[in-house]
């Protein structure tokens, strides 16, 4: 079993729609979450960090950790086109600059005009 | 915001020669670097983690005598593959972050590296 388990997907969604992106987890010393959103061809930009079970919003833009059940997920509301990218959900055992990361295998979204 | 450099964007080479990739915090420092690959549509593997003025931690199967890792600087990372081969053809992304930060949102990424080796 791996780690990190993510749906590749691909996502196909009209614009406006809320997006919903999941991951699973099982090693419970997971206690830093990461929300990172990678363009064709482009690293990784974080969108969203969080350490602590339940949600934290900005923007357009939710991340939910339930650390009972291993599970993290990423929220967005009025997708637009410009959405379109992977998602990677990534996670740490430490919340310091040196601690590695934990990757997911990345959900491709397209957001539909 | 903090910027993480990677140079060079592309790179061509034939088989059986060298490449460097350079990984550059531009506007801070950072004592730990972390080297990446992508293989497409495939998730971001770690390779190995650079540290600063001191050997790098390789991931287990990742060959550290063809990809030499080297942090000379608090804001300088390099990787060489050696002795390239087609199946060395990738994506190569370095990660920074911040020193002394306590929290993960100061991990940045350079925009990678695309390698073709032909």
């Known amino acids: 079993q791996k780690e990190v388990e993510q749906d590749p997907g691909p996502l196909s969604v009209p614009e406006g729609a809320i997006v919903s992106l999941n991951c699973t987890y099982s090693?419970?010393?997971?206690?830093?979450f990461m929300w990172y959103r990678q363009y064709s061809r482009k690293g990784p930009e974080l969108l969203m960090y969080?350490?602590?079970?339940g949600n934290k919003e900005d923007g357009r833009f939710t991340a939910q950790v339930d650390k009972s059940s291993k599970y993290i997920s990423l929220f967005i509301r009025d997708s637009q086109p410009s959405d379109s990218a992977t998602y990677l959900c990534?996670?740490?055992?430490?919340?310091?600059?040196?601690?590695?990361?934990?990757f997911g295998k990345g959900t491709l979204l397209t957001v539909n005009p | 915001g903090a910027v993480v450099s990677q140079h060079p964007s592309w790179v061509i080479c034939k088989s059986g020669t060298s490449v460097k990739i350079e990984c550059r915090s531009l506007?801070?420092?950072?004592?730990?670097m972390f080297w990446y690959r992508q293989f497409p549509k495939q998730s971001l593997m770690l390779m190995a983690t650079?540290?600063?003025?001191?050997?790098?931690?390789?991931e287990q199967g990742v060959e550290k005598d063809k990809f030499l890792i080297n942090h000379a600087s608090l804001t300088l990372s390099t990787l060489t593959v050696t002795s390239a081969h087609p199946e060395d053809s990738s994506f190569y992304i370095c990660?920074?972050?911040?020193?002394?930060?306590?929290?993960?949102?100061?991990?940045?990424f350079g925009e990678g590296s695309w390698l073709t080796v032909v």
């Open positions: 990660s920074a972050g911040a020193q002394g930060a306590s929290s993960g949102n100061t991990i940045y």
């Open positions: 650079s540290n600063e003025g001191s050997k790098a931690t390789y």
């Open positions: 990534a996670m740490s055992k430490g919340g310091g600059s040196n601690y590695k990361l934990t």
């Open positions: 090693n419970s010393a997971f206690q830093y």
């Open positions: 969080t350490y602590s079970s």
């Open positions: 506007d801070f420092q950072a004592t730990t």
